[in-house]
């Protein structure tokens, strides 16, 4: 027999009786995916069709699974636009607007070559190629599997100043070559027991030895070579990395380095500027 809505909310509040999250979730499923109207969901106690049925249940198994919402939705909304999202990359997050922010911030004139390290769903340089049209952006992995959803990106946005380079970090750009290079790479600590709470998202794109600084190290030293003099360098970092990020580009010659805060008040986002 056919089942409406109601029969569904209150079996996910059974499920997860401490978590709304997962009830705020399902209602944005039935409007995403199924694309019920709001009289739907919360007036009708609308009845399901057998496909309906058949989706939410799927939903129930992927939730039970701890499968985030975007991985089932299969996108992710950054920066204005919704970027195809699977297991083969991160899901972009908040505080990684930030980056693409500043940059946009400086208006960058045309010709001005950007490097997008470690790009995943091309999140950050699509984001920067779409709101610089002039500049051109490479969009560099080292998985091949992230390079195929970041292109699947840059077709479906229509972004034609975006280009993937399969890449470990910088090896593949010519020296004194590029005027900026970003980079949220991978910087959790293989230690680190909050992993254990990520076991959906690449391991690839978030852990790295040392810490969490190797990455860090192994691209700020090879900036020095591929940046033209005066080109800057911009990193993405854990809340509580700035003053070890901060003194890893100091190492390597770069001023002028200050860090921005993220909405919350973290220190998130450590830029400097290569010296002669
Ligand atoms: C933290 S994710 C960032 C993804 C995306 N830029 C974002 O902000 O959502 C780090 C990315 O670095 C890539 N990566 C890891 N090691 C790499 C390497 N040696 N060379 C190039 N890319 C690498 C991962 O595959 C992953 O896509």
């Known amino acids: 027999m056919a089942k409406n809505l109601n029969f569904f909310k209150n079996k996910i509040k059974e499920a997860w009786p401490d978590q709304d999250d997962i009830s705020t979730e399902f209602i944005f499923y039935l409007k995403e995916k199924l694309y019920l109207s709001d009289v739907s969901i919360y007036v009708d106690n609308y009845l399901l069709s057998k496909d309906e049925e058949d989706s939410i249940n799927k939903f129930i198994l992927l939730k039970k699974e701890g499968v985030p919402i975007d991985y089932i939705l299969e996108k992710?909304?950054?920066?204005?636009?919704?970027?195809?999202v699977d297991s083969r990359v991160l899901i972009p997050r908040p505080e990684t607007e930030l980056i693409v922010d500043f940059i946009n911030k400086l208006n960058l004139q045309s010709s001005k070559i950007v490097i997008d390290a470690g790009t995943g769903s091309g999140c950050i340089g699509i984001s920067l190629a779409i709101q610089n049209p002039n500049i051109k952006v490479y969009g560099l992995d080292f998985s091949k599997e992230a390079l195929v959803v970041a292109n699947k990106n840059k077709k479906s946005l229509k972004v034609e100043n975006f280009v993937t380079v399969h890449s470990n970090w910088l090896s593949k750009i010519k020296n004194a070559s590029c005027d900026l290079i970003v980079s949220n790479p991978p910087y959790i600590s293989s230690e680190d027991e909050h992993l254990q709470d990520l076991t959906h998202e690449p391991l690839v794109a978030l852990a790295a030895l040392n810490n969490g600084l190797a990455d860090f190290e192994t691209i700020s030293s090879q900036a020095t070579l591929k940046l033209v003099r005066g080109g800057m360098l911009a990193f993405e970092?854990?809340?509580?990395?700035?003053?070890?990020?901060?003194?890893?580009?100091?190492?390597?010659?770069?001023k002028n380095i200050e860090t921005l805060k993220d909405h919350q008040g973290h220190p998130r986002v450590t830029v400097g500027i290569l010296g002669n």
């Open 76 to 84: 992710s909304s950054f920066f204005g636009n919704n970027f195809f």
């Open 237 to 254: 970092h854990g809340f509580n990395q700035k003053s070890q990020v901060s003194k890893i580009m100091k190492k390597n010659g770069f």
